[in-house]
């Protein structure tokens, strides 16, 4: 399955709405369907699971949605730290991820 | 809290083996919640794959590298590790040793990564 995410670059000031979207080219169970972030110089971290289960210390202004072929992160009110890739993650029978989403401060 | 940490050459020379080993500590690696494995970022191509443990021993790798790869595990250490062999320049990437959630197939956590470079 080939997750195809966009923007490719999202650029926001503070306090925008971000909305990210990544696209399967067959249809993923939303059970495994997960998004990371990757700061500069770091390792992705976990943020949502499940297609929209929080993981650990992950503020609330992070929300998933979608099912079948189309899911969206959206970040409420993006905040300083949030600028980072985005990287969405699915199983299948393979484990595959997205190209990713630069967002970056405008 | 788990924490994974990578180690082994920054560089390797084409044609011969990439090892690289992984630390894990503040958790037992003897558990059938979670898998232990890989995952490489090629420069301007994104994240990667490359396989997975369980602590039975039971392993699965991604099938375009499934002829050249190997992870073991070695719990009385609590330590992983990678092997690649006959490597090309196209093997050149930053990899990450991960734990793998079973129930939910996700990656938490990871460890920070080291930069393998193929050069002769």
């Known amino acids: 399955i080939v997750l195809t995410q966009s923007p490719g670059t999202l650029s926001l000031s503070p306090g925008e709405r971000a909305t990210l979207s990544c696209r399967a080219s067959?249809?993923?169970?939303?059970?495994?369907l997960a998004w990371y972030q990757q700061k500069p110089g770091q390792a992705p971290r976990l943020l949502v699971y499940?297609?929209?289960s929080r993981a650990t210390g992950v503020p609330d202004r992070f929300s998933c949605s979608g099912s079948g072929t189309d899911f969206t992160l959206t970040i409420s009110r993006v905040e300083p730290e949030d600028f980072a890739v985005y990287y969405c993650?699915?199983?299948?029978?393979?484990?595959?991820f997205g190209q990713g989403t630069k967002l970056e401060i405008k | 809290q788990v924490q994974l940490q990578e180690s082994g050459p920054g560089l390797v020379k084409p044609s011969q083996t990439l090892s690289l080993t992984c630390t894990v500590s503040g958790d037992s690696i003897n558990s059938d919640a979670y898998y232990w494995g890989w995952i490489r970022e090629l420069p301007g191509k994104g994240l990667e794959w490359i396989g997975y443990?369980?602590?039975?021993?039971?392993?699965y790798y991604t099938p375009s590298l499934k002829s050249r790869v190997s992870i073991l595990l070695d719990t009385s250490k609590t330590q992983f590790s990678l092997k690649l062999s006959s490597v090309t320049a196209a093997d050149t990437a930053v990899y990450y040793c991960v734990r793998v959630v079973r129930a939910l197939r996700v990656f938490d956590p990871w460890g920070q990564g080291t930069q393998v470079t193929v050069s002769s």
């Open positions: 443990i369980s602590y039975s021993g039971s392993t």
């Open positions: 067959q249809s993923v169970s939303s059970g495994y």
């Open positions: 499940g297609a929209s």
């Open positions: 993650q699915q199983y299948g029978s393979a484990y595959t």
